[in-house]
């Protein structure tokens, strides 16, 4: 969703005294909810009356010690989440899944100690991870290298290479979003000569590269295009604009890479 109303719905619900953290919580659109981390809960209220000044919120997890520091909940009911957790003592994130309609940890769910894992959705039963999944899946700098396809019930040792980056990579990060237009799988990273790359899952497990340049911070999928904002000038939309473009011409069952 545009991070301008996300920005909107965090100003409100601000007004409505959202317990403040030494860091900003994460905040997501969930349904027809708007669900946001507050130290070690995760709470959620009507999105309708947050836009009201009329927020309800209430408590739908609680990972007590652990701060919760993302939730990504799986559509369309956006009751089962993977938490990304910070432990006292422990570097980097735990991850946690998790059901809210009970406030349990989903049996036999996807669970890992503290590391540098990153985690998305890649459906159901499956989710990306840049982690460290066994020998070789982290540089020198203990930066994750590959992102696996990772399915319920099995180890993280045991998952799928889908993409793999050069040694010197920093910040991989898998992104799942369903939005006005599609659902979409992407990863994005810093190579190793220190540019900023986008790469979009496409058809039968293809990584198609961005063409943005060199700078930008990717923001958001939405009605079918990516949205980006540029750090250097990029087809005539100069450095600080927002540029979009289409994602249907990268996805289809031709596209190769």
Same mark, same amino acid.
């Given at each position: 969703? @545009? ?15 959202? =317990?403040?953290? #030494?860091?900003? @919580? &994460?905040? $997501? ?18 999105? !309708? ?26 559509? @369309?009911? &956006?009751?089962?989440?993977? /938490? ?5 003592? *422990? ?8 059901? /809210? !309609? $009970? ?12 590391? #540098? *894992? ?41 998952? $799928? ?5 050069? $040694? ?15 659902? &979409? ?20 497990? *293809?990584?198609? @590269?961005?063409?943005? #340049?060199?700078? &930008? ?5 939405? =009605? ?10 990029? *087809? ?9 473009? #289409?994602?249907?011409? /990268? ?7």
């Amino acid at each position: 969703m @545009p991070h301008a109303l996300l920005f909107l719905v965090w100003l409100i619900a601000g007004s409505v005294q959202v =317990q403040a953290q #030494p860091r900003a @919580p &994460f905040a $997501s659109f969930d349904g027809e909810d708007l669900t946001m981390t507050s130290g070690t809960r995760l709470r959620r209220a009507r999105l !309708a009356d947050v836009l009201r000044g009329r927020a309800k919120w209430r408590t739908v997890y609680d990972a007590g010690p652990a701060m919760i520091r993302r939730a990504d909940c799986l559509p @369309p009911g &956006f009751e089962i989440c993977l /938490l990304a957790l910070e432990q006292a003592g *422990n570097d980097g994130t735990a991850i946690r899944e998790v059901d /809210l !309609a $009970s406030g349990t940890d989903v049996v036999g769910g996807f669970q890992m100690s503290s590391g #540098p *894992n990153r985690v998305a959705w890649y459906d159901g039963r499956h989710v990306m991870l840049a982690g460290d999944t066994g020998p070789g899946s982290l540089s020198d700098d203990r930066e994750p290298r590959f992102v696996k396809l990772w399915r319920r019930g099995t180890a993280p040792v045991e998952a $799928s290479t889908i993409l793999a980056l050069e $040694s010197g990579t920093t910040g991989l990060t898998p992104i799942f979003d369903v939005s006005t237009g599609g659902l &979409f799988h992407a990863a994005t990273f810093r190579d190793d000569a220190g540019a900023d790359a986008l790469y979009h899952f496409g058809w039968q497990q *293809n990584f198609t @590269p961005s063409r943005l #340049p060199g700078t &930008f911070t990717f923001q958001t999928f939405f =009605q079918g295009r990516t949205i980006a904002l540029l750090g250097a000038t990029w *087809n005539g939309i100069p450095a600080g604009g927002l540029a979009a473009y #289409p994602m249907a011409p /990268l996805l289809g069952p031709a596209r190769r890479t």
